[in-house]
């Protein structure tokens, strides 16, 4: 009888466009999250820079190009800045629940939303509500969907403004994807606020770290990542902090 599987299986995907940087090709390297041992598995890799979709974890292999890094805020030393705490003060009334990841329409309906204000031409503008549930619901690890609505009236809920997809990891939290209303009358920095109560929630909850997944210096689009000091980089020699210029959001 053959010996158990210790090891995963990693396998590369063939080259295509970089949807970051013109005129640069991408290549990810993956493997498969599932059996009882996925939190492990997506822990360990997490720390090595890997990223997770569904019940795959990858990372870029790029053969010519570095531009993708891994970036984590250190949630214990952050202190928002006069932007950022503006920012917590005039969204502090919306009600956040950490919810079990399954899709609603009311979520796929904001994503639509989104998309189609932020990103009419992204990758995900063809996702419809069947890839969407994929993307929620396909989790084999610890996640939930963090819901951020209005304050309700009358016992019913609030409006949705926002959500994000988060894996709760050993020593952090991954924001895998988050959403909002672009539109969302005196809101201010919505998208940024999302990442700030992570921030503040892996803190209360003795958290280290919050992964912000890949800054790339150069494409306009990252930018918001290094705005949420002090930050770490995963390079050769593991996770180190550094100091990008910071540009104050203006929304």
Same mark, same amino acid.
């Given at each position: 009888?053959?010996?158990?599987?210790?090891?995963?299986?990693?396998?590369?995907?063939?080259?295509?466009?970089?949807?970051?940087? #013109?005129?640069?090709?991408?290549?990810?390297?993956?493997?498969?999250?599932? *059996? #009882?041992?996925?939190?492990?598995?997506?822990?360990?890799?997490?720390?090595? *820079?890997?990223?997770?979709?569904?019940?795959?974890?990858?990372?870029?292999?790029? +053969?010519?190009?570095?531009?993708?890094?891994?970036?984590? /805020?250190?949630?214990?030393?952050?202190? #928002?800045?006069?932007?950022?705490?503006?920012?917590?003060?005039?969204? %502090? $009334?919306?009600?956040?629940?950490?919810?079990?990841?399954?899709?609603? %329409?009311?979520?796929?309906?904001?994503?639509?939303?989104?998309?189609?204000?932020?990103?009419? /031409? *992204?990758? =995900?503008?063809?996702?419809?509500? =069947?890839?969407?549930?994929?993307?929620?619901?396909?989790?084999?690890?610890?996640?939930?969907?963090?819901?951020?609505?209005?304050?309700?009236?009358?016992?019913?809920?609030?409006?949705?403004?926002?959500?994000?997809?988060?894996?709760?990891?050993?020593?952090?939290?991954? =924001?895998?994807?988050?959403?909002? $209303?672009?539109?969302?009358?005196?809101?201010?920095?919505?998208?940024?606020? +999302? +990442?700030?109560?992570? +921030?503040?929630?892996?803190?209360?909850?003795?958290?280290?770290?919050?992964?912000?997944?890949?800054? /790339?210096?150069?494409?306009?689009? =990252?930018?918001?990542?290094?705005?949420?000091?002090?930050?770490?980089?995963? *390079?050769?020699?593991?996770?180190?902090?550094?100091? #990008?210029?910071?540009?104050?959001?203006?929304?």
């Amino acid at each position: 009888m053959s010996a158990p599987v210790r090891f995963p299986r990693f396998f590369v995907t063939n080259p295509g466009p970089c949807p970051y940087l #013109p005129g640069k090709t991408e290549r990810k390297v993956f493997t498969e999250l599932n *059996g #009882p041992h996925a939190d492990e598995l997506n822990d360990a890799l997490g720390r090595i *820079g890997f990223r997770r979709s569904q019940n795959v974890a990858y990372r870029p292999s790029c +053969i010519d190009c570095k531009a993708c890094v891994s970036v984590r /805020v250190l949630t214990n030393d952050f202190q #928002p800045n006069t932007t950022q705490r503006r920012i917590i003060r005039r969204n %502090s $009334d919306l009600v956040v629940s950490a919810c079990r990841p399954w899709s609603t %329409s009311e979520q796929y309906d904001l994503l639509r939303r989104y998309l189609g204000k932020r990103h009419p /031409v *992204g990758g =995900m503008t063809n996702m419809d509500d =069947m890839d969407y549930a994929d993307m929620v619901e396909q989790s084999p690890v610890r996640s939930n969907v963090i819901e951020y609505r209005t304050p309700g009236r009358f016992g019913r809920l609030g409006e949705l403004v926002g959500a994000c997809l988060t894996d709760q990891q050993a020593d952090g939290l991954s =924001m895998i994807y988050s959403f909002y $209303d672009p539109d969302a009358e005196g809101r201010l920095g919505l998208g940024n606020y +999302i +990442i700030l109560d992570h +921030i503040m929630r892996a803190k209360a909850a003795g958290l280290p770290y919050v992964y912000l997944g890949y800054w /790339v210096e150069g494409a306009a689009r =990252m930018q918001y990542k290094i705005r949420y000091t002090p930050l770490e980089r995963l *390079g050769p020699e593991g996770w180190e902090r550094f100091e #990008p210029a910071v540009l104050e959001p203006t929304a």
